[in-house]
Antibody, heavy 121, light 106 residues
């Protein structure tokens, strides 16, 4: 069970910033690592980032490292990603996903419906 | 970086068996997970940790993993199985997805 609802997507110019949020419900949010996964139009999924259950560890995909920052507020059961210096190639549907597993890898057993980010001038 | 390969497309007659492969260097030493995605929807986990079916996934979905190839098998394919399928592994602190296979049920 559980539900994830993303928000914050929209159209943004190259070089600008955007923050996405993902509100979780129906499960113990603070017990799970959480991920962001994106999917460009007509392409397959691309992993963006993971944050551990307590926020103490974070890992990023190479294409966003140094530009995106993942965070979470367990009191609000909400996951965030701050996206800076956006590029046209960041255009995608951004999904949050619950991770099941550990530092030997996770799988994604619950996904949100996604929020579309379009980077264009 | 670790790369995964999948056939672009697989066709299967209704009720027959479809096999979707996911290739990677020594992938048999990793956990492989599989997702089904239909147009306009989020991916859905169908196989985790090589061989395990999550609750609610039909028994016709099964997985295997050995040496350099992991395989998702759909036994007795149904029209509703027509979708894109992606494999996924963890490597060097990165989650990696395969390029995807479009399954067509004839």
């Amino acid at each position: 069970q559980g539900q994830l609802v993303e928000s914050g997507g929209g159209v943004v110019q190259p070089g600008r910033s955007l923050r996405l949020a993902c509100e979780a419900s129906g499960f113990t949010f603070s017990s799970y690592a959480m991920h962001w996964v994106r999917q460009a139009p007509g392409k397959g999924p691309e992993w963006v980032a993971v944050i551990s259950y307590d926020g103490g560890n974070k890992f990023y995909g190479d294409s966003v490292k140094g530009r995106f920052t993942v965070s979470r507020d367990n009191s609000k059961t909400t996951l965030y990603v701050q996206m800076n210096n956006l590029r046209p190639e960041d255009t995608a549907v951004y999904y949050c996903a619950r991770g099941y597993g550990d530092y030997d890898g996770w799988y994604f057993d619950l996904w949100g419906r996604g929020t579309l980010v379009t980077v264009s001038s | 970086s670790y790369e995964l390969t999948q056939p672009l497309s697989v066709s299967v007659a209704l009720g027959q068996t479809a096999r979707i492969t996911c290739g990677g260097n020594n992938i048999g030493n990793k956990y492989v997970h599989w997702y089904q995605q239909k147009p306009g929807q989020a991916p859905v986990l169908v196989i985790c940790r090589n061989v395990n079916r999550p609750s609610g996934i039909p028994e016709r979905f099964s997985g295997s993993n050995s040496e350099n190839t992991a395989t998702l098998t759909i036994s007795g394919a149904q029209a509703g199985d027509e979708a894109d399928y992606y494999c996924q592994v963890w490597d060097n602190f990165t989650e990696v997805f395969g390029p995807g296979t479009k399954v067509t049920v004839l």
